[in-house]
């Protein structure tokens, strides 16, 4: 999914879900690798802009990390793989995932999605 919402001032703009302790491991990550601090992330339980059609909600947050770029939304597998383009050096080893059909990698994504909670944990607090 890939929607056009100039409303957006920051060009790089990670969100993410507050509550899943593998999304905020993740998180963790992205600020200690992005070298310029260039990516401003905020949960998606804080973001206040309407969040872009099409985005499947699990409990009332959408069910994948959201990553705005270059002018678009990215979404699920996608926006995993944008962001490792936007880190750049090793992490670009991950664009081969893009060899993978998205119908594919995204299945893949919504499963790890779905399960986030039960394997990883929940926080009470983002």
Known sequence: MTVKQPEVKQELLLLFDGHCNLCNWAVAY???ND???????????????PLPKGVNLVEGIPDSVLLYAHGRWY???EAVLELMRILGGMHR???LGYGIPARLRNSVYRWVSRNRYRWFGRRDRC
Do not use: C
Not at 39 to 46: A, E, F, T, V
């Open 93 to 95: 080893f991950f664009l």
């Open 35 to 49: 070298k310029h601090k260039r990516i401003r992330i905020q949960s998606l339980q804080s973001y206040e802009l």
């Open 30 to 32: 992205v600020y200690r």
């Open 75 to 77: 979404d699920q597998s």
